[in-house]
């Protein structure tokens, strides 16, 4: 229950005003701007997008601006600047057999159609501080390859080939596309629902239960079958001129994990697939969601289901940082009545136990008078 408080009114209007002051920080040192963050804070943008559910670099820079940093509360306000935008329908699926690739690695075989493209990563640096970044030092330009028209055919592509990992099932062009944030989602949900869950889920959440899977909770044994970053065309049918017109390019991630799969009483041993699909440069974010898509398809696969990376209700109801936040923060907000009750209750509790301790000690001092 809350109550209302005096003076609240103008207490948060001040608050308003504070936090619209802090971000600036000192005064004597240049304002940051939006433009600079979209450019050189690009995988911060990139994660706001994602789980924002917005492709919008330059609104993520804003969002990130305003949030003082905070990448939930950045989400937040790409969640709820969305949900002003008028739908006109859904795109056409994405081909990323087709993607621009600036990165693809595969951890399943060294010699791929199209090669490896090792691209822009952390993966082999030592992880020291650079200082000359504050110095202003200037950086060396890389070499670049030229651009390639060499066919990059997905890895699950190849084992598809030969029947050694499971067929995609084929989708149904006339059937609805579902929309998380449109529908509330009800359990048990179908896997397109789960990915659009996870896709929106909290990167530090997904990379925890991905971890689990790797530390004995879950049944998987992953390779990671593919990763590849780059651009891919988006296309949007027009009804009234009769075709998909494409409306431009968007950079994301995908992520195909292959895992092993005994078979069973009706399917050979084979490898299955765990998926992971995200906007922008989010590597990390892919590969925890293809471990958790495959964990949650312990069911699907005739596998026991006793861990929390296995349990759609647990990693459905509990992936999103957005819904979180509100339920978590909203403890800070005034619960005087409630507490009193709570109080009232102790105190009550309290005397009772006193009164019979009372009662119980004057019993003995009488028998011990007798």
């Known amino acids: 229950m809350y109550v209302a408080v005096k003076g609240g009114e103008r207490a948060i209007d001040n608050a308003h005003r504070l936090l619209a002051h802090a971000p600036r920080g000192d005064p004597a040192v240049p304002e940051v701007s939006s433009a600079q963050i979209r450019e050189q804070l690009t995988l911060s943008v990139d994660r706001v997008m994602t789980e924002g559910s917005l492709y919008d670099r330059d609104l993520a820079a804003i969002a990130i601006k305003q949030a003082r940093g905070d990448l939930v509360e950045a989400a937040f306000l790409v969640r709820a600047f969305r949900t002003t935008l008028p739908r006109f329908g859904a795109s056409e699926p994405i081909d990323t057999a087709a993607m621009q690739v600036a990165r693809r690695v595969s951890a399943t075989f060294k010699d791929i159609p199209g090669g490896q493209v090792l691209g822009p990563t952390f993966d082999y640096t030592h992880r020291l501080i650079d200082f000359l970044l504050e110095a202003g030092g200037e950086v060396a330009e890389p070499v670049r390859a030229s651009a390639e028209d060499a066919a990059m055919p997905r890895v699950t592509d190849l084992l598809g080939h030969d029947d050694l990992i499971e067929r995609n099932p084929p989708g149904d062009p006339d059937a609805p596309v579902p929309d998380l944030t449109r529908e509330p989602m009800n359990l048990p949900a179908d ?180």
């Open 191 to 370: 896997r397109d629902l789960r990915l659009q869950n996870l896709a929106r889920g909290d990167e530090g959440f997904i990379l925890a239960l991905g971890y689990s899977t790797q530390r004995g909770f879950g049944r998987t044994h992953p390779f990671a079958g593919e990763i590849r970053l780059g651009e891919v065309e988006i296309e949007f049918f027009a009804e009234d001129v009769g075709f998909a017109v494409p409306l431009g390019d968007i950079t994301v991630t995908e992520c195909q994990m292959v895992n092993q799969f005994k078979g069973s009483a009706t399917e050979p041993p084979r490898f299955t697939r765990g998926y992971g699909l995200a906007f922008g440069h989010c590597e990390r974010k892919t590969m925890g969601m293809a471990l958790v898509d495959r964990a949650l398809r312990a069911g699907e696969l005739g596998e026991e289901v006793k861990a929390p990376a296995q349990d759609e209700e647990f990693v459905l109801m509990h992936s999103d940082n957005v819904q979180a936040t509100g339920f978590v923060e909203h403890l800070k907000l005034p619960h005087y009545v409630d507490f009193q009750a709570e109080l009232g209750l102790i105190r009550q509790m309290r005397r009772e136990i006193a009164e019979r301790a009372a009662e119980s000690s004057d019993s003995i001092l009488k028998e011990a008078a007798e």
